[in-house]
């Protein structure tokens, strides 16, 4: 066997033992999601607000459906930073009216990740209008900077921001609170309690005033 043919088998050897390896290198870089996009928001502390908004906006079923779904979600101190833009508190926030907007407004059909942007690119949101997105230094999308990327779900991705986006469609409303929804102060206000403080204060005025009448 000449040497030329003996090079050329060694050749095509090493090739075919790379292309069988090739797809175990791949499965061990890539690893298959096992968690749709609510479990994972779930299961990170810094969406606490953003699943107790889904939860109250009756949402949480629809990203549980097989989408996919590319959602842009906001940390706890983006929430935090809003509810101080628009001085109320969170629960004035998950009652609001048009809550449901607001989230739809961070979820665009289909799987887009951080690869498929370009700079200036537009794309349609659930709530039916449009964000943008800036890449010509951080990257952003509307006002809001992208601060981590590509977590992917069995259903979509999510995008992780630093900024609520509020879609032109939301108006802040006054909201009557439910009882339980205002917190505890330790401050008793029933009438049991108030009725003691009045015998308390009369009691008091009786033992004052006796002495100066016997005066």
């Known amino acids: 066997m000449s040497k030329m043919v003996k090079v050329f088998l060694s050749f095509i050897t090493a090739f075919a033992l790379t292309l069988a390896l090739a797809p175990t290198a791949f499965a061990e870089e890539h690893e298959e999601p096992s968690q ?11 969406f606490s607000i953003l699943v107790s908004a889904l939860q109250r906006a009756e949402l949480v079923e629809t990203l549980q459906g097989e989408g996919p779904f ?11 930073d809003l509810l101080e833009a628009l001085d109320i508190t969170a629960e004035e926030l998950l009652a609001q009216p048009d809550l449901a907007k607001v989230l739809t407004y961070h979820v665009v059909p289909g799987k887009v990740l951080a690869g498929d942007l370009t700079d200036g690119m537009e794309a349609e949101t659930v709530n039916g209008e449009m964000v ?3 890449l010509s230094g951080d990257p952003m999308v509307n006002d809001s900077m992208i601060v981590d990327t590509d977590i992917e779900a069995t259903n979509g991705v999510i995008h992780v921001i630093d900024t609520v986006l509020v879609p032109s469609d939301f108006t802040l409303q006054e909201v009557d609170m439910e009882e339980e929804d205002v917190p505890e102060t330790g401050i008793e206000t029933n ?6 403080m009045l015998m308390t204060g009369a009691a008091l005025i009786f033992v004052m005033v006796k002495p100066l009448k016997q005066k």
Do not use: K, M, R
């Open 36 to 46: 749709d996009i609510v479990e994972i928001a779930l299961g990170n502390d810094d």
């Open 70 to 80: 590319t959602v842009f979600a906001p940390t706890n101190q983006a929430f935090a």
């Open 132 to 134: 943008t997105f800036d």
């Open 191 to 196: 009438s049991a309690l108030l009725i003691g």
